[in-house]
């Protein structure tokens, strides 16, 4: 069954069309990677699915509801963000700031909130900063705790945007093992990303987008051993000159 | 008959100046809520309400505080509301406090960065939720140096309610110095007085503004 359905999405800035006729299905507990070269729509259209974004014309239903104004408070609960700048509060602690998003939405006692808190946080492997504030923690520490507090509400759904292109290379493994943890015990995810030796082994299926439209998409090996059109092609080819 | 300035005069002067920060606590106190209101209306998602708040801040900001307290004093009479002074003179410095803390906290609430918003949005925190859990609270550092800047100008423009007649401190000068004909010690004494209350706010302001300056 579908936990995100886009059909025929369409999305302009200004003039630009930066998401023409978007279809994409993603089915219950598979991992998608969208890849594709910068500016091919990638981000936005993973900031449509929650609603960051207003979309032109077509239409998302994610986690059973249909992405318009009045329905993303439910959209919202049921799809977690993780984004390339981590965006936590730095004015709350690891702890608090996992917390926060149970007791404005859930309305989950303080102290409730605060246990969950602490237990998703040793799911990412960061009981041990619990109290410590997002700027004395590292890149890949402040982007773990994002992960928990993307995981606080329970969603159905992890969208992850580029979340280690702001990593120093030494900490994009411990973020990656995370993601691969969640991917193994069966979340759904959609991540756009640039570290295509994840993609390959962490997802099920891969979406090449080019120019605002889904241009190829099938198994890993699928698309960089055998890529049939020529834009993918020459995306696979750069990768490995690259690599 | 002319006295002397003693210390009965300076004790006529002290009790006068509770007047004055009577007036000072409560413009801010009033004029901080409403303040708050207008702040809110200026960065909300909703453009009426937006163009509401520039029209409040416009007109108390591009009018003077002096024909403010006229218009109050003689206004509210006019409609049988309050003759009385310190009423009118509240109601004035809360009109003038909210225009000026609404335009500051607006500042301090649009320098939050858009992650913000962007991180507690896709929470699903409604404007409210993002402004109270996320936005306003990381504001509020920035916003405190201005808003006790402002305050240093609430209290001295307090002065002004003298012209229609309350009796708070520089009111209570210009009548000692009626007794006393020594406008120099007078007015000199009450420039202290003022100073002697805005001086360490000031200060604080400072202090504040260093302080918020390493912490960001």
């Known amino acids: 069954m579908s936990i995100i359905e886009i059909e025929s999405l369409q999305k302009r800035f200004g003039a630009a069309t930066v998401l023409d006729g978007i279809d994409l299905e ?41 992405v318009q104004p009045s329905r993303l408070r439910e959209v919202r609960r049921s799809v977690g963000m993780i984004f390339q700048s ?20 859930n309305k989950t006692p303080r102290a409730k909130a605060r246990e969950n808190a ?52 030494e900490m994009v493994g411990e973020v ?20 295509m030796g994840f993609a390959r082994q962490a997802a099920d299926r891969l979406v090449f987008m080019n120019d605002g439209k889904v241009c190829e998409q099938g198994t890993p090996a699928s698309l960089f051993d055998r890529p049939q059109t020529a834009a993918l092609q020459q995306f696979v080819q750069s990768i490995r000159n690259a690599g | ?50 163009w509401l708040a520039i029209a409040w ?24 509301l309050s003759q009385d002074a310190f009423v009118s ?46 936005i306003l609270p990381q504001s509020v550092r920035i916003a405190t140096p201005p808003t006790v800047g402002f305050m240093v100008q609430l209290i001295k423009n307090t002065s002004l309610a003298s012209i229609i007649g309350f009796n708070e401190l520089t009111y209570a000068a210009q009548y000692i110095n009626n007794l006393t004909l020594k406008p120099i010690l007078i007015y000199g004494t009450v420039g202290a007085m003022y100073f002697a209350v805005c001086f360490p706010l000031y200060l604080l302001s400072r202090r504040l503004e260093v302080k918020f300056r390493v912490d960001h």
């Open chain 1, 26 to 66: 993603v089915a219950e507990g598979e991992v998608v990677a969208i890849i594709g070269r910068s500016g091919s729509g990638k981000s936005t259209l993973l900031r449509c699915i929650n609603g960051l974004e207003t979309i032109d014309g077509g239409r998302i239903v994610a986690a059973g509801f249909p």
């Open chain 1, 176 to 195: 990656l093992d995370v993601i691969a943890e969640l991917a193994r015990g069966g979340m759904t995810m959609l991540l756009v990303t640039h570290e």
């Open chain 1, 86 to 105: 981590f965006n936590l509060f730095p004015h709350l602690t690891a702890l608090e700031n996992v917390a926060l998003p149970q007791i404005v939405m």
């Open chain 2, 57 to 80: 801040i416009q007109t108390f900001q591009s009018t003077p505080l002096l024909m403010l307290l006229f218009l109050m004093f003689f206004g509210l009479a006019l409609f049988g």
């Open chain 1, 118 to 169: 602490a237990r998703l946080l040793a799911r990412v492997n960061l009981s041990g900063r619990a109290q410590a504030y997002p700027g004395n923690l590292s890149g890949g520490q402040q982007q773990r705790v994002a992960i928990a507090r993307a995981l606080a509400l329970e969603p159905r759904v992890l969208l992850c945007d580029e979340i280690t292109s702001a990593l120093d290379p």
């Open chain 2, 89 to 134: 003179v509240t109601v004035a410095l809360t009109c003038y406090a909210s225009a000026y803390f609404g335009e500051i906290w607006r500042g301090a609430i649009q320098a939050v960065p858009q992650t913000q918003w962007q991180g507690s949005a896709a929470l699903g925190f409604t404007f409210l939720e993002q402004m109270r859990h996320v």
């Open chain 2, 1 to 50: 008959m002319i006295r002397e300035f003693g210390l009965v005069e300076f004790l006529y002067l002290v009790s006068a100046m509770k007047w004055t920060l009577a007036l000072s606590l409560l413009a801010f106190v009033c004029g901080g809520l409403l303040g708050l209101v207008v702040a809110l209306l200026r960065v909300a998602p909703v453009a009426p309400l937006r």
